[in-house]
């Protein structure tokens, strides 16, 4: 079992930057890939960006690249997600999810809010 915990959300400025923590229980490094998504109110929750524990492969949604950078310590079972050049429509709750033999994430932490204001 995994235990997934998010911390680093806050209210910014748009044009700023938070980085997002998610510390695991278990070892983040046997993880086939770790991922973070968000949901903003009235929307579905949505992909944001994974890392690939193998070869250490990075994926991102088109309406983040070039401003969010996914990374990992897996010295300290923590994944990150820092965010640059905020906008008010990144506002969501932002979830990390471990994916552990790639057929799908099955854990999730309990969300860190993200609020951009204009």
């Known amino acids: 079992q995994v235990q997934l915990v998010e911390s680093g959300g806050g209210l910014v400025q748009a044009g700023g930057s938070l980085r997002l923590s998610c510390a695991a229980s278990?070892?983040?490094?046997?993880?086939?890939?770790m991922g973070w998504f968000r949901q903003a109110p009235g929307k579905e929750r949505e992909f944001v960006a994974s890392?690939?524990?193998?070869?250490?492969?990075?994926y991102y949604a088109d309406s983040v690249k070039g401003r969010f950078t996914i990374s990992r310590d897996n010295a300290k079972n923590t994944v990150y997600l820092q965010m640059n050049s905020l906008k008010p429509e990144d506002t969501a709750v932002y979830y990390c999810?471990?994916?552990?033999?790639?057929?799908?994430?099955?854990?999730w932490g309990q969300g860190t809010q993200v609020t951009v204001s204009s």
């Open positions: 890392i690939r524990e193998s070869g250490g492969r990075f």
């Open positions: 278990g070892r983040t490094a046997s993880m086939y890939a």
């Open positions: 999810a471990a994916d552990p033999k790639g057929y799908g994430y099955t854990y």
